[in-house]
């Protein structure tokens, strides 16, 4: 596909309430679409980003050199075919990538929410998305994929409305947050709001708390990759003098992790950090579809929802080296839809990336991936 | 022993030249001592401390009800037997307990040194200590002990010097940092730096830079428990009311790093964060006493030092659950001091504590500590 895709931009005219019971009024959501739909429309396959990611999910925007996030995984003949699959990606609710986040402008005041917006959770996200599929006109999908808090997503939202879906594909992803996975996060936050120029979250039109939220960057970044990984790559090398005087960078991994910082408050707001992680720690499915914090989703009307399940398939992908996804939550996953009578395959693969090899390890998602995909063709 | 310990400390009148040819003049030792020496002086065990520590490693001070960081290790019939030894420990060149560190005055200026201080290493670290031994008469020491980067010092000293020594006893430590562990200290000593309130390091008389060190302190904290610790004892738990939209802590595992952070700062200094995790980051034990750093220490004198080592002993101790210090960097320095023939024994304690269980895994490092001192007697 040679011509550029743009970003799209739903604008939604009427209140969308909130899990929460808040309401946002004038909701937008960016998204991209690849491939077309064909004629039965039952051949579309919506894609979830993780933490940082956008609805630019694959393919090139006019004049940028640089593919969107997934392109790898996306594109004719890829795992996710666009010659085959009408490919959808929409950017989260309380994102700054397009659709409304902390960053937006709340239309009652003329100023950015900061944080006036109200607090999102994940089952919120993919209730935005439900706007965006009905938008579209598509009533089912062959499957939601997504890797990390894009598995969240995808996991919810299968959950919630399983006879919407065919399929989901989780990637190093979990049902639920550790006790260690939400202190990361926590201390990340702090990090950002430890940052004078957070300011309570009011820096719209100020410098923005640049370096809390590099801090934060670089926090996460050593989760994403393995130890083994960063030892063959940077091990004890330096970079440059050691100017320990002034305790500037001196070894290699300091020049990454220095890098990783800048390079991230470049492109991602602040106190969306805070609202997306915040959501993925609360985030926990089980609670979510079976206690007291039901509120969504046919499976409240019909019960317990394992009749929707029937027929459905899921699948789950680990990476042996993902410290911050053990394999162990992926087989969490598959006992628990499983025993919701979904029939859940499970892969892990043998990989030293990490948590980042759901965006690097392209060829052994793909196998596993187009055959899954096509096992569902009817 | 009832009657309460005081710290002493010891003024150097001539000038302590570092490894790096940096003088620093007007040098302070802070130290305590338990136990007497016995009539031959040579029943000494120096104790080294880690990052956060102090001399007060046993005992009480007159007032405070809260014993030395190593108080149940200390003492009469406990793993070092003051009953016995003649134990020792100083507070490290760098930090802000009674020795020289960026927060003590320089006579040159009557300022405080700050970033003027010069850079440590833990070689410098163990050179102060000589001159203390020195100064206290002890030419001959049973052992050298301690845990993280206690260890690292046990393991230099003792390299540098091994006819000081008839033994060391390293726990929970390395020879060298690896990648991620640079990383971690590395994220630490940004978020120091990213806080306005560091202010190049000059902030003495004014606010320090809190927020920075507590985020610092919070990250140390993750590594230095295990996740299973971590999971068993807070999980999911949540503590207070969720109060999202202002990013306060909410669930128990926030509170405890919050604490944690807001605890430290109280009692630590930021330069000497960042001077001391720079040391430990720099510390490379193999090459220090091999390659062209060298410029200390009998082995320099004497060549290879594989003659001094003769008739040593070591113990190494690891953690099953320690996952800051892995059990592999253990087995690393046993095969590094084995081939200098040092006679070194190995012990992996099991445990679910993570790095803090040299802190409180007393029994297992007692009995493995009581019998390895009791073999050395002559």
């Known amino acids: 596909m040679d011509s550029p895709v743009q970003t799209s931009t739903l604008h939604l005219d009427r209140p969308f309430r909130l899990d929460s019971g808040d309401i946002i009024r004038g909701l937008t959501v960016a998204y991209e679409t690849y491939g077309e739909p064909n004629s039965a429309r039952d051949n579309a396959i919506l894609i979830e980003h993780a933490l940082s990611g956008s609805a630019h999910a694959a393919f090139f925007h006019r004049g940028d050199p640089k593919p969107g996030w997934w392109d790898a995984m996306i594109g004719p003949g890829k795992a996710f075919d666009t ?16 659709t409304s986040g902390p960053s937006s402008r709340n239309p009652a005041t003329g100023k950015p929410y900061a944080l006036s917006f109200p607090p999102v959770s994940i089952r919120d996200m993919v209730e935005v998305q439900r706007m965006l599929l009905a938008h579209l006109g598509i009533e089912r999908l062959r499957s939601i994929a997504g890797g990390s808090m894009g598995g969240m997503q995808a996991l919810q939202f ?8 065919d399929s989901f594909i989780c990637i190093a992803s979990t049902m639920r947050h550790s006790a260690q996975q939400i ?28 370096g809390g939220l590099s801090v934060a960057r670089m926090i996460g970044h050593i989760t994403y990759i393995s130890e083994k990984m960063m030892q063959e790559k940077f ?27 800048i390079a991230f408050v470049r492109r991602f707001d602040a106190n969306s950090y805070l609202y997306i992680t915040s ?24 019960g317990t929802g394992i009749d929707a399940m029937r027929k459905k398939k899921g699948l789950v992908i680990s990476f042996t080296s993902d410290w911050l996804y053990p394999t162990q939550q992926s087989h969490d996953i598959v006992r628990f839809f499983s025993g919701l009578n979904a029939s859940v395959s499970f892969a892990e693969i043998e990989t030293d990336h990490g948590h980042d090899a759901f965006l690097t390890d392209i060829e052994g998602q793909t196998l596993i991936i187009r055959s899954f995909l096509d096992a569902l063709i009817p």
């Open 279 to 302: 959501a993925i720690d609360n985030f926990d499915l089980v609670s979510s579809i079976s206690g007291a914090n039901r509120c969504r989703g046919e499976n409240r009307a019909r």
């Open 235 to 261: 091990g004890r090398l330096r970079k440059g003098k050691d100017d320990r005087a002034v305790f500037r960078p001196s070894f290699e991994v300091e020049h990454y992790l220095d890098y990783q910082g």
């Open 83 to 98: 010659d085959r699959y009408f490919v959808i990606c929409s950017n989260v609710l309380g994102g700054c990538n397009g």
């Open 183 to 210: 202190a990361f996060n926590e201390v990340g936050r702090r990090a950002v709001m430890a940052d004078p120029r957070w300011n309570g979250g009011d820096y719209y039109g100020d410098v923005p708390p640049e």
């Open 158 to 165: 299968f959950a919630d409305y399983p006879s919407l879906f």
